[in-house]
């Protein structure tokens, strides 16, 4: 059975309240590099999986692109997507991303926030996606960063201070299933490796065309001190790719 805690609604008013539910994409703190992954999206036709609020499917369009798609498996996602679009070039589909089945060359980018590493074949959903993409489309997606998934607990290594003393990594090379917490709640991700990811788009058939290791902005810095323990590791992994 394909998870969907998000329509569980402890779960959903819990992320409702992160910052990048009430802020948007200024919010998220890797937007700042996969927004400048994203090709132009003008007079383009956009897939987005996994799009939750809709924001990266609003901001398509302020691009100018013609049409978005939104895929969400969440019932309640696309429930708040809709309230908060009022655009008829979009539209929001409740579906797992793992079900998609578009027409060839449907799309000209293909994008994905945090959504692949609940997923446990990627593999497919590069078939997928490829199949969907036209000759020379983008694909554009973040995943929370192998080095963050490879354990279970997804935390620091604590003294008895309470300092941070390192992210501890084990069992990097085994891939598959962890169960761990988000929003004080347990959710079931998929560990994989950074080889296995851009192995994957290249044994599809895409062309890696830049791989990115997410750095808290200057900006973001600045405001909020406490965002300068993200530099000690990478939170997030954006690959963009071409069919």
């Given at each position: 059975?394909?998870?969907?805690?998000y329509d569980?609604?402890?779960?959903?008013?819990?992320?409702?309240?992160?910052?990048?539910?009430?802020?948007?994409?200024?919010?998220?703190?890797?937007?700042?590099?996969?927004?400048?992954?994203?090709?132009n999206l003008k007079d383009k036709n956009?897939?987005?999986?996994?799009?939750?609020?809709?924001?990266?499917?609003?901001?398509?369009?302020?691009?100018?692109?013609?049409?978005?798609?939104?895929?969400?498996?969440?019932?309640?996602?696309?429930?708040?997507a809709r309230e908060m679009t009022n655009d008829p070039f979009i539209s929001y589909i409740k579906a797992p991303i793992e079900d998609i089945d578009f027409s060839d060359s449907q799309f000209d980018v293909a994008i994905s926030s945090l959504a692949f590493h609940y997923i446990k074949s990627f593999k497919s959903i590069c078939e997928k996606v490829y199949h969907c993409l036209k000759s020379g489309g983008s694909?554009?997606?973040?995943?929370?960063?192998?080095?963050?998934t490879s354990r279970k607990e997804q935390d620091w290594h604590y003294n008895e201070q309470g300092n941070r003393l390192h992210w501890p990594v084990d069992n990097y090379q085994i891939e598959g299933l962890r169960e761990t917490t988000f929003l004080n709640d347990s959710?079931?991700?998929?560990?994989?490796?950074?080889s296995t990811y851009i192995n994957d788009l290249i044994n599809t058939g895409f062309m890696?065309?830049?791989v990115k290791e997410s750095v808290p902005s200057e900006e973001m810095l600045e405001k909020l001190p406490e965002m300068k323990d993200e530099i000690r590791r990478p939170m997030f992994l954006m690959i963009a790719a071409e069919k």
């Open positions: 059975m394909k998870q969907n805690k569980d609604p402890d779960f959903f008013s819990a992320y409702a309240q992160m910052p990048r539910s009430v802020k948007g994409l200024e919010g998220a703190g890797e937007w700042h590099m996969l927004k400048g992954l994203i090709p956009v897939l987005d999986l996994g799009c939750g609020f809709g924001w990266h499917c609003r901001y398509a369009r302020e691009r100018q692109a013609s049409s978005v798609i939104g895929v969400d498996i969440s019932e309640k996602m696309i429930q708040k694909f554009v997606f973040s995943v929370e960063h192998p080095i963050f959710v079931i991700k998929y560990h994989r490796t950074i890696i065309r830049a």
